[in-house]
């Protein structure tokens, strides 16, 4: 009887086992070799405490060159090279400082942070009446004899109605990137944004802007407000609308200078001149140590050679992995790598980017023609074992995206987004708040969605 019951055992997990497919278990091999034997966590423990942040320019993102190539040197594939860049250099200096003055000597500091890209205020600061607006259309309703000569605070919040966090950001980002050049035409000294974020809290959030054709004559500086000294600028101002705001910031803009994307690759078997490139941002801002934005893309990304080297695949398409510099403050590293791959004339067929934290995976998104991802929605039922099942046509990355045309397939991995914008750009971005399972089940993800784009190749049209 005992036999029998082996016997029986035996003969259904044997079926069990036939009944899987080749793809299952690659897959199954490729989440088990992240899960076990990952080394993305370890890397981005060095980037983040060991380098920090990784402003375009700095010392500390030339250090990251330098590490990231060292470890691609180290997985012992085809071929790791840097390819240069000019980038932008902008230091923020000593730490900003502000208060509102609700009469004179009675004050109380906020926080701020000088948004990346501006001018300094003058040596002694700025202090002058403030006025709040929602977005950068209501200034053309004031105009120029109620703004001359003041500060314009934008405090229009995230929506957060939106589950997708990546929509509320959207919605409120312009007043950011070009809050101050608009607000400068009509005659504002400084201009105070509110922080990108749902959370209440006392981090300022950093990120770009630009001042667009203005002169550097007539540029004003620009800051970001925690969203709880937004709070209190903006319920202090409906109490008393004489309060005068003072910020004070250090900030400085240099000549461009030379940095690196960091390339490498394993080389097809069969269709070597065909690319799949994978890749995450390898600058971050210079307040906390990018961990999310986006250390954790470009580990995912190096974890993928990895990954498909440990897992005993051999890619019949060229695999290259780029660490991208400057998508903080410029794009300066995906534009070039486009130019450049233009002007070799590289096949390119497939992109894949991580810049949207390292939380747990939820999908991805595509950009993509129907056909692809109609293919790309049969296989959805590799990746539901691992919760995997967010499949959206949609935007993809901003560094791959000059790549794009129609023959190819660009894609985004999807964390859930939740958390994201409570760390972007902020101080706290940092180590202690990713992850170690949720950053290898990304890695495992991406490597999982790659393999399938090589083994299957892509819909031509």
């Given at each position: 009887?005992?036999?029998?019951?082996?016997?029986v055992?035996?003969?259904?997990?044997?079926?069990?086992?036939?009944?899987?497919?080749?793809d299952?278990?690659?897959?199954?091999?490729?989440?088990?070799?992240?899960l076990t034997?990952?080394?993305?966590?370890?890397?981005?423990?060095?980037l983040?405490?060991?380098?920090?942040?990784?402003?375009?320019?700095?010392i500390?993102?030339?250090?990251a060159?330098n590490?990231?190539?060292?470890?691609?040197?180290?997985?012992?594939i085809?071929?790791v090279?840097?390819?240069?860049?000019?980038?932008?250099?902008w230091v923020?200096?000593?730490?900003?400082?502000a208060?509102?003055e609700?009469?004179?000597g009675?004050?109380n500091?906020?926080?701020?942070?000088?948004?990346?890209g501006?001018?300094?205020?003058?040596?002694?600061?700025i202090?002058?009446?403030?006025?709040?607006?929602?977005?950068?259309?209501?200034?053309?309703k004031?105009g120029?004899?109620?703004?001359?000569?003041k500060i314009?605070?934008f405090?229009?919040p995230?929506?957060?109605?939106n589950?997708?966090?990546?929509?509320s950001y959207?919605?409120?980002?312009d007043?950011?990137?070009?809050?101050?050049?608009?607000a400068?035409?009509?005659?504002?000294?400084?201009?105070?944004?509110?922080?990108?974020?749902l959370?209440l809290d006392?981090?300022?959030?950093?990120?770009?802007?630009s001042?667009g054709?203005l002169?550097?004559?007539?540029r004003?500086?620009?800051?970001?407000?925690?969203?709880?000294?937004?709070?209190?600028?903006s319920?202090?101002?409906?109490?008393?609308p004489?309060?005068?705001?003072?910020?004070?910031?250090n900030?400085?803009?240099f000549?461009?200078?030379?940095?690196?994307n960091?390339?490498?690759?394993?080389?097809?078997?069969?269709?070597p001149?065909?690319?799949?490139?994978v890749?995450?941002?390898?600058d971050?801002?210079?307040l906390g140590?990018?961990?999310h934005?986006?250390?954790?893309?470009?580990?995912?990304?190096?974890?993928v050679?990895?990954?498909?080297?440990?897992?005993?695949?051999?890619?019949q398409r060229?695999?290259r992995?780029?660490?991208?510099m400057n998508?903080?403050?410029?794009?300066?590293?995906?534009?070039?790598?486009?130019?450049?791959?233009?002007?070799?004339?590289?096949?390119?067929?497939?992109?894949?980017?991580s810049?949207?934290?390292g939380?747990t995976?939820?999908?991805?998104?595509?950009?993509c023609?129907?056909?692809n991802?109609?293919?790309?929605?049969?296989?959805?039922k590799?990746?539901e074992?691992?919760?995997?099942?967010?499949?959206?046509?949609?935007?993809?990355?901003?560094?791959i995206?000059?790549?794009?045309?129609?023959?190819?397939?660009?894609?985004?991995?999807?964390?859930?987004?939740?958390?994201?914008?409570d760390?972007?750009?902020?101080?706290n971005?940092?180590?202690?708040h990713v992850?170690k399972?949720?950053l290898?089940?990304?890695?495992a993800?991406m490597?999982?969605?790659?393999?399938?784009?090589?083994?299957?190749?892509?819909?031509?049209?």
């Open positions: 009887m005992r036999l029998i019951k082996f016997t055992l035996f003969l259904t997990i044997s079926l069990q086992v036939s009944a899987q497919t080749a299952e278990i690659q897959i199954k091999t490729i989440y088990d070799v992240a034997k990952g080394k993305s966590y370890d890397w981005l423990n060095y983040s405490n060991q380098i920090g942040g990784r402003l375009s320019g700095s500390q993102a030339q250090q060159v590490y990231t190539k060292s470890q691609l040197d180290s997985l012992g085809d071929r090279w840097l390819q240069p860049v000019m980038v932008p250099k923020r200096g000593t730490p900003e400082f208060y509102l609700t009469a004179p009675l004050t500091n906020v926080p701020i942070c000088a948004l990346g501006s001018v300094a205020t003058p040596a002694g600061g202090k002058a009446s403030i006025i709040e607006v929602k977005g950068v259309e209501e200034l053309s004031l120029k004899n109620k703004i001359s000569g314009i605070f405090n229009r995230m929506d957060p109605t589950i997708n966090t990546f929509q959207s919605g409120c980002v007043q950011r990137y070009s809050g101050a050049a608009e400068a035409k009509y005659g504002a000294v400084g201009v105070i944004v509110r922080s990108m974020n959370r006392d981090y300022p959030h950093t990120g770009s802007m001042y054709d002169s550097e004559s007539n004003i500086p620009a800051a970001a407000i925690s969203t709880n000294g937004a709070e209190l600028l319920t202090t101002l409906k109490l008393n004489s309060i005068k705001f003072y910020f004070k910031q900030c400085k803009v000549e461009d200078v030379e940095s690196y960091v390339v490498g690759e394993i080389r097809g078997s069969t269709y001149n065909e690319i799949m490139l890749g995450g941002h390898l971050s801002w210079d140590d990018g961990s934005d986006d250390g954790a893309g470009c580990v995912q990304s190096m974890e050679l990895r990954l498909l080297k440990e897992s005993g695949y051999r890619p060229t695999i992995v780029v660490l991208f998508e903080e403050n410029g794009l300066r590293g995906g534009n070039k790598y486009a130019q450049l791959a233009k002007e070799k004339n590289e096949n390119h067929v497939f992109a894949l980017e810049d949207a934290g939380f995976p939820r999908g991805f998104s595509f950009d023609s129907d056909a991802f109609e293919r790309v929605e049969a296989w959805k590799l990746f074992p691992y919760l995997i099942h967010m499949f959206v046509k949609g935007g993809s990355g901003a560094d995206n000059p790549l794009k045309n129609d023959a190819m397939v660009l894609a985004g991995l999807r964390p859930d987004s939740q958390r994201y914008f760390h972007h750009h902020a101080e971005d940092t180590f202690e992850n399972r949720e290898e089940l990304g890695a993800a490597t999982s969605l790659i393999y399938l784009f090589d083994k299957y190749g892509i819909v031509t049209p």
